[in-house]
């Protein structure tokens, strides 16, 4: 609850510390600054220095994607927390970071979402990814917005400080309060935030360990949980923590705080494939000056590493590129019945790897061909090229383009990345990956976008493939060879058009 001098001192605090920017009313204030952490700026860059300085350093090259850090206190669990952001290459450019904490203070299904300006601490001014968050309410039942949880909580705001200290390039941020640690809603959320898990981006959930054992008691009982955590399996972790509490004596409130946001990021990870879990750091409140050795509360800081599937990526000079590739194409060949040669060597490392693709030609607006290959058995220039000629002179539903049409004809290409083939529908992210299934010689597809615009489930997207574009049932993906692949769209109406 804000008293009069709390909230005098945050008056002063927005008069002499913030930038010129204007504070939005929508703008979240500090519910915990002069508590858990230093109000004053000064106070608070000379804390954040001392912390950092005595941080774990960064071990590995490995771009780190999500991290698990403590949120008590900066005086007890901050040295963890410093040792957990410092594994984040500074220099990195960070698009969002998905910041998932547990509600102390309010109880409900699913997830609150911070969906407003933005959140102020002494150091400044965290803008919020509204409209990344917006998107997040339309998965019914799971995502909510729920201002007040999120304006007394604290699990998320002291990670701020850490951020603002460490990273030197601006980011945005999509906070989220789960009010509940039931894993089929953390299944359902996990498949929800999937397909923002990406490299552009960073997850980290807060949670703390065990709270109020004794010392000796906590460093066991934190072990099994941390080695839950690195199973990487949701119910292994979920078994735990019940056995823990159940235990642990009178003196056990809980083996982890944040189980539903660590839960949500173990069903992520499992989908994403190839994640590792590492141990920065393990520390409880005994081990510090101020705490004490028999009411402790336990700390860690966990990274997650991920040489999973490489997103395929194009520059905005390979889709240029493209788009001159298939117009010069289609000059020549309706002016000469020609096809002009593609030079290897003048073309990237992008345009030369094997990749399906799809070319749309539209005249004032409507469809006027359209024919694409999804095998990628050739390069992607000579994919884009090919394809661009076909849906010219080959789509059965219109009559062959002419050559005066091509002034008026505006060009859209559909990259296909490279098609890599799953074990576990867990891998496939709903809305980021289309599917290839394959059985003998019947095959279908869906692309990404069928997802979203369905809404359908996993199962009902494999299912809906298998039966009604493959022609093996719905049940026919179980033991058919299963592949992914992403799309880029792009336009000669978009911005760096080349005509």
Not at 221 to 250: F, H, M, W, Y
Not at 276 to 304: L, M, W
Not at 401 to 423: F, N
């Amino acid at each position: 609850m804000w008293t009069s001098t709390s909230r005098l001192r945050f008056f002063v605090f927005c008069l002499l510390f913030l930038d010129s920017a204007a504070i939005a009313a929508s703008d979240r204030v500090p519910a915990v600054a002069g508590q858990f952490y230093p109000a004053s700026p000064v106070e608070l860059q000379a804390t954040l220095k001392d912390l950092f300085s005595r941080a774990e350093r960064r071990t590995e090259n490995a771009s780190v994607r999500a991290l698990i850090l403590p949120h008590a206190g900066y005086v007890f669990s901050g040295q963890v927390a410093a040792s957990g952001v410092n594994q984040i290459d500074p220099q990195q450019s960070i698009r969002a970071i998905f910041l998932i904490g547990v509600s102390h203070n309010a109880a409900y299904d699913g997830a609150a979402v911070y969906t407003e300006g933005g959140f102020l601490t002494p150091l400044g001014r965290v803008p919020v990814d509204v409209d990344l968050g917006k998107s997040l309410l339309g998965h019914s039942g799971l995502f909510l917005q729920h201002s007040r949880a999120h304006a007394v909580e604290h699990s998320l705001e002291v990670q701020l400080p850490f951020l603002q200290y460490h990273l030197k390039k601006p980011f945005k941020i999509v906070p989220i309060l789960l009010g509940t640690s039931d894993p089929a809603i953390c299944e359902r959320i996990a498949e929800a935030l999937l397909p923002h898990f990406s490299k552009e981006n960073l997850f980290i959930v807060s949670t703390d360990l065990s709270h109020y054992p004794s010392y000796k008691d906590a460093v066991t009982t934190d072990k099994r949980t941390i080695d839950a955590v690195l199973s990487g399996s949701p119910q292994e972790l979920l078994k735990t923590v019940r056995q823990n509490e159940r235990s642990g004596g009178g003196q056990l409130l809980t083996s982890m705080c944040g189980l539903g946001g660590v839960m949500v990021l173990q069903e992520i990870l499992g989908a994403a494939g190839n994640g590792k879990f590492t141990v920065v750091q393990y520390r409880n409140s005994g081990d510090v000056p101020a705490g004490e050795k028999d009411r402790v509360v336990g700390y860690a800081a966990i990274k997650v590493t991920q040489a999973g599937r490489e997103t395929f990526l194009l520059r905005s000079e390979d889709k240029r590129r493209l788009l001159e590739i298939a117009r010069s194409s289609l000059a020549k060949h309706l002016a000469t019945g020609h096809v002009p040669a593609l030079v290897e060597a003048q073309l990237s490392e992008a345009l030369r790897t094997p990749c399906g693709a799809f070319v749309t030609l539209k005249k004032r607006g409507e469809l006027r061909g359209c024919i694409g290959n999804f095998s990628g058995t050739e390069m992607l220039a000579r994919t884009v090229q090919r394809m661009a000629l076909a849906a010219a002179t080959e789509d059965p539903r219109f009559a062959p383009v002419s050559a005066g049409e091509l002034a008026h004809l505006d060009i859209e290409i559909s990259v296909l990345s490279p098609m890599q083939k799953v074990t576990s529908p867990k891998e496939i992210a709903l809305g980021r990956h289309g599917v290839y299934i394959q059985k003998g010689n019947r095959a279908g597809t869906f692309l990404p976008q069928v997802a979203k615009e369905t809404g359908w489930s996993l199962e009902e997207f494999l299912g809906h493939c298998a039966q009604d574009k493959a022609g093996i049932g719905w049940e026919g993906w179980r033991d058919a060879d299963v592949f992914v692949y992403e799309a880029i769209v792009f336009g000669e109406s978009d911005d760096g058009s080349t005509r």
